[in-house]
């Protein structure tokens, strides 16, 4: 895994700065430099978990934003909701309470984001992705000593059961793109100087500052539940806190790359990024 401020992990994919978080499960695994926009991690209709929700990521508005096979998603005035970011496509996206949404494009024109390009995609492996949870006090026990503990909850198996929406919660999926987890965020800092609990490092500038992921007290999703509720997930500023799923935060897409993509030249460093074929 890379660590510290500013670690020589730059990669161009999809045509536009990615960095690399570290070799995991034998896989590269990417995550893009700046986010694709605010957005809800889900948000549900008001009779459902008053409108905040279900943190159930194999089936969350955002998985279905960036993954493939949700083309047919669409909003009854005929808007398309899902597959978009993955079809650089254009229709709305969830943004706020009660399955409130936005105008959002992934054409990668006048400002928008950009969406991924097929040779990307071709470099993508799909990947069994964790979705263990965990209790809403659990950052005020992690520090960067005992972040297994983090790491073993995060590929554990508990998870909340709802009686409020009946959705069974998983705690493994299959797909393409997902989020980092709250243990990426934690591991891109220089240990060193940063002695706080993930809870409390927006109280140490050394465990921000230090941090490649972190931008700025730019709140970010994380794509791990809370096990003690049916509608929050982890995600960070500075401090690692979890908030209701329709909340807009930024979106960074994360990918593990196929074994067969290698790096064909650069060293990392942002004005000689790693190219890869």
């Known amino acids: 895994r890379y660590r510290g401020a500013n670690p020589d992990n730059y990669v161009t994919f999809n045509g536009e700065p990615w960095r690399i978080i570290g070799i995991i499960d034998g896989k590269v695994k990417l995550i893009r430099d700046e986010s694709i926009g605010n957005y809800s991690w889900d948000s549900s209709a008001n009779e459902i978990n ?4 279900i943190n159930e990521w194999s089936q969350a508005d955002l998985m279905k934003l960036l993954n493939p096979g949700y083309e047919n998603e669409k909003l009854e005035d005929g808007s398309v ?112 100087s940063c002695y706080k609990n993930l809870y409390d490092w927006d109280e140490n500038e050394a465990c921000t500052s230090n941090n490649w992921i972190y931008k700025d007290n730019y709140a970010q999703w994380t794509m791990s539940p809370i096990s003690s509720s049916a509608n929050h997930a982890w995600m960070f500023g500075g401090c690692v806190s979890n908030i209701d799923l329709d909340s807009a935060n930024g979106a960074r897409p994360v990918v593990n ?20 074929g």
């Open 50 to 53: 008053n409108g905040y929700g």
């Open 81 to 192: 909701t899902g597959s978009l970011y993955w079809n650089n496509g254009n229709g709305k996206c969830y943004n706020g309470w009660k399955n409130s949404t936005i105008d959002c494009s992934f054409d990668g024109q006048n400002g928008n984001s950009k969406g991924l390009s097929e040779e990307a995609k071709s470099m993508i492996e799909k990947s069994t992705w964790y979705l263990g949870g965990s209790v809403g006090n659990l950052m005020e026990e992690i520090t960067l000593s005992n972040i297994l503990k983090l790491m073993d909850v995060e590929r554990g198996n508990e998870v909340i059961e709802s009686t409020k929406d009946q959705v069974l919660r998983t705690t493994k999926w299959r797909g393409y793109v997902g989020l980092m987890y709250p243990s990426d965020y934690a591991q891109a800092t220089n240990s060193e």
């Open 257 to 276: 790359l196929k074994s067969s993509i290698k790096v064909k030249s650069g060293d990392g460093k942002s004005g000689s990024v790693y190219e890869l």
